[in-house]
């Protein structure tokens, strides 16, 4: 079975800094990747997801993410966060080896707070 | 309509009583995924359906946990006997059925049960 990792529990930056959260997975099949967030007291949202094609995936907001195959990872970055990104940061993983409807496997998510 | 619908938003029980949590997934989605995060950690893969039939149950504790999709209404996810550790934000999510495997999961905002 799959996992997800986020070595970063909780991570504290000034306003203008630059974001990288860390996202690492065990699967040697084909996989889907994404990033969600979750605003205080707010569902999930989808920042960014990467199926196939260039590894760069571009989302919303700014951020950004590098599928480095040979790394298993998947980091999320910004170049310049803002305090509106205070949020609980989670990545995930679809295994596709059977077929589109296979759950996600998430980690255990990065508390990002933004100081003004 | 447009966005996952859950139901009740918060519900509490004491310990031994029954729970009974509703999901409405986006018209038109066929695959509906039921998630537990406990104390907003990592999201933990309850069960699955494709329409009204279960898809993948491989996380549900079958004793106590039951649930169902059935044509016309809302799935349901019912916790017999709650107990303590049941206490949790339960997602769900719907996904388009396509034969691409290039399927997003939309999250609902969550049922939050307290068992007392």
């Known amino acids: 079975a799959q996992s997800v990792s986020q070595h970063n529990h909780h991570v504290i930056l000034s306003e203008a800094a630059s974001l990288e959260l860390g996202c690492n997975y065990s699967?040697?099949?084909?996989?889907?990747l994404f990033w969600y967030v979750q605003y205080p007291g707010q569902h999930l949202q989808l920042l960014l997801k990467y199926f196939s094609g260039d590894p760069l995936v571009k989302g919303i907001k700014g951020f950004e993410a590098e599928f480095i195959k040979s790394k298993f990872s998947f980091n999320l970055r910004k170049p310049s966060v803002q305090w509106s990104d205070t949020a609980e940061y989670f990545c995930?993983?679809?295994?596709?080896?059977?077929?589109?409807?296979?759950?996600?496997?998430f980690g255990s998510g990065t508390q990002l707070t933004v100081l003004p | 309509g447009e966005e996952v619908a859950q139901t009740p938003k918060h519900l509490v029980r004491g310990e031994g009583q029954k729970a009974k949590l509703y999901c409405a997934p986006i018209?038109?989605?066929?695959?509906v995924f039921w998630y537990q995060q406990v104390l907003k950690n990592e999201f933990k893969f309850l069960i699955s359906?494709?329409?009204?039939?279960?898809?993948?149950e491989t996380g549900m504790p079958k004793e106590r946990f039951s649930a169902k999709c059935l044509p016309n209404s809302p799935c349901s996810l019912e916790i017999q006997a709650t107990k303590l550790e049941d206490s949790a934000v339960y997602f769900c999510a719907s996904s388009q059925s396509t034969s691409g495997g290039h399927n997003e999961q939309f999250f609902g905002p969550g049922t939050r049960l307290t068992v007392l």
């Open positions: 018209k038109g989605h066929s695959y």
């Open positions: 359906f494709q329409n009204e039939n279960v898809f993948d």
């Open positions: 699967y040697g099949g084909t996989v889907n």
């Open positions: 995930a993983v679809r295994a596709i080896s059977s077929g589109s409807a296979r759950q996600l496997t």
